[in-house]
T-cell receptor
Framework: RKEVEQDPGPFNVPEGATVAFNCTYS??????FFWYRQDCRKEPKLLMS???SGNEDGRFTAQLNRASQYISLLIRDSKLSDSATYLC???????????FGKGTRLSVIA | DTAVSQTPKYLVTQMGNDKSIKCEQN?????MYWYKQDSKKFLKIMFS???????INETVPNRFSPKSPDKAHLNLHINSLELGDSAVYFC????????????FGSGTQLSVL
């Protein structure tokens, strides 16, 4: 299994839809996980952190399944402004730098 | 005020040339990084510095030489540029080593012709 693996998409959804992305990881010792968002031709920015079973922030919910080694990101009531690439990020171990997945591209259509 | 600023934003150059990209952060962070994002959008760590000290070098060719004159600056010098070096290079910083919250610069798009 790759360190971090994501479905590249694209996911094309209408406004108001609910969409979910999954990300699998190989390091079973990883304790924390992150979702970053990258807009086209822009830098990545931290969206959410997941330290235990899950985290919710408004329309966004991140969940962690340690047994199956995947994390998910759920976006409810999609907005046009949610169109971006969502990067799953996992630390290797200890204080090593983060490993970024290749990202899942989301297009929300009017 | 830009937290992490890198220059130039675009860099177009010929094969074999030497070029530099500069990065500065005004966040007071201890750790800085260089990431490379290739045409397939894969974002990969190149180097990490903590308080001016190199802590990570991810098997990057030695044509790439980072330099950190102080903890607020991390510059990247590239010798003998090759076509495969074309990519977007992102500088980033974090408060401490291992911190998951990275602040990225806006990127430098390097095109080697």
């Amino acid at each position: 299994r790759k360190e971090v693996e994501q479905d590249p998409g694209p996911f094309n959804v209408p406004e108001g839809a609910t969409v979910a992305f999954n990300c699998t990881y190989s390091n079973s010792a990883s304790q924390s996980f992150f979702w970053y968002r990258q807009d086209c031709r822009k830098e990545p920015k931290l969206l959410m952190s997941v330290y235990s079973s899950g985290n919710e922030d408004g329309r966004f919910t991140a969940q962690l399944n340690r047994a199956s080694q995947y994390i998910s990101l759920l976006i409810r009531d999609s907005k046009l402004s949610d169109s971006a690439t969502y990067l799953c990020v996992v630390p290797r171990s200890g204080n090593t730098p983060l490993v970024f997945g290749k990202g899942t591209r989301l297009s929300v259509i009017a | 005020d830009t937290a992490v600023s890198q220059t130039p934003k675009y860099l177009v150059t010929q094969m074999g040339n030497d070029k530099s990209i500069k990065c500065e952060q005004n966040l007071g962070h201890d750790t800085m990084y260089w990431y490379k994002q290739d045409s397939k959008k894969f974002l990969k760590i190149m180097f990490s510095y903590n308080n001016k000290e190199l802590i990570i070098n991810e098997t990057v060719p030695n044509r790439f030489s980072p330099k950190s004159p102080d903890k607020a600056h991390l510059n990247l010098h590239i010798n003998s540029l090759e076509l495969g070096d074309s990519a977007v290079y992102f500088c980033a910083s974090s408060q401490v080593r291992g911190d998951e919250k990275l602040f990225f610069g806006s990127g430098t798009q390097l095109s080697v012709l």
